[in-house]
């Protein structure tokens, strides 16, 4: 990448400036962010194998009682792809905040994955920490009736962007991005909530194999109800996450930076210093 390519994470942007900067972003990086998490493929391909079948939780209902079929939502399977997936999608998390950290501070916009895994391993341990406080403070929000927990979530969900940017403590971590978000709750919430919806939408086109294993114990067509068809469907539809999720990471990630500039003038700073090295520069000549 030309070092004139280089996207400014840092600066003041209004809502539909960030949006553009997104699909910036995006259009730069993203191949070059996949193939950094492309390691995890093996991990999905294990994913699919241990998530139980359709029919073997018909199995469950069927040679059992309400206390069978409950035992096979529960079974090892069930646990196995739950700890798998959350810890997959963990990954990418940190992986793609650790990416845009080395990018914001590079001179050219060049990330090496080797650098961004080192920050991944060393952000691990204290963001899985993080992560039990967020989620406890959001499901208490949400027992509370929803909205307190959307609060909640939307005051404290960069916590990891500060951790990874800023070298802050975990419970600093969770200070800073309220204050980041604060007077700044609305456009974060609604920012945020399109790019979920768009996401979502997305999503669809993964999850259409998984509605036709439905379709195909309705209409018994055995290919589409076969065990083989849905571990097809289950593997498309993880690498759909895959692929889409760090889309919505980049974009918090930019508003972020955004919040972030409003509060230090970091753009200024960089331009003013920038400004003395080229001085410098001229002088030296002469």
């Avoid at 963990?90 to 990018?103: D, E, G, K, Q």
């Avoid at 909640?152 to 802050?168: H, K, M, P, Q, T």
């Avoid at 960089?270 to 410098?280: A, F, L, P």
Wanted: net charge negative; charged share 10%.
């Amino acid at each position: 990448m030309e070092p004139s390519q280089k996207i400014k994470l840092f600066g003041n942007r209004d809502f539909s400036e960030n949006f553009d900067m997104t699909l910036n972003f995006i259009k730069l990086n993203y191949t070059k962010l996949l193939k950094g998490i492309a390691i995890l493929i093996p991990a999905l391909l294990i994913l699919a194998f241990f998530t139980p079948t359709t029919s073997s939780l018909t199995a469950g209902m069927d040679t059992s009682d309400v206390m069978g079929f409950y035992s096979s939502i529960f079974s090892i399977g069930f646990v196995l792809v739950y700890i798998l997936s959350t810890l997959i999608t963990y990954i990418i998390f940190l992986y793609t905040i650790a990416y845009m950290s080395l990018y914001a501070k590079s001179t050219d916009g060049t990330v090496k994955n080797a650098e961004v895994w080192s920050k991944v391993a060393n952000a691990f341990l204290p963001m899985i920490g993080g992560a039990i406080i967020f989620g406890f403070l959001s499901t208490i929000g949400i027992l509370l009736c929803i909205i307190p927990g959307i609060i909640v979530y939307v005051y404290l969900g960069f916590y990891a962007y500060v951790y990874i940017n800023e070298d802050r403590g975990v419970i600093d971590s969770f200070y800073r991005s309220y204050e980041l978000v604060s007077n700044n709750w609305w456009i974060t919430f609604v920012y945020g909530l399109v790019f979920v919806i768009l996401i979502g939408i997305g999503s669809i086109v993964f999850t259409i194999p998984t509605y036709l294993i439905t379709l195909g114990y309705a209409l018994q067509i055995d290919f589409l109800s076969s065990d083989i068809f849905a571990y097809i469907a289950t593997f498309i539809s993880s690498v759909g996450g895959l692929l889409l999720s760090p889309i919505l990471y980049m974009a918090l990630g930019v508003m972020y930076y955004s919040h972030r500039n409003k509060l230090e003038r970091i753009d200024m700073i960089t331009e003013i210093e920038s400004i003395g090295v080229d001085t410098d520069e001229t002088n030296n000549q002469f």
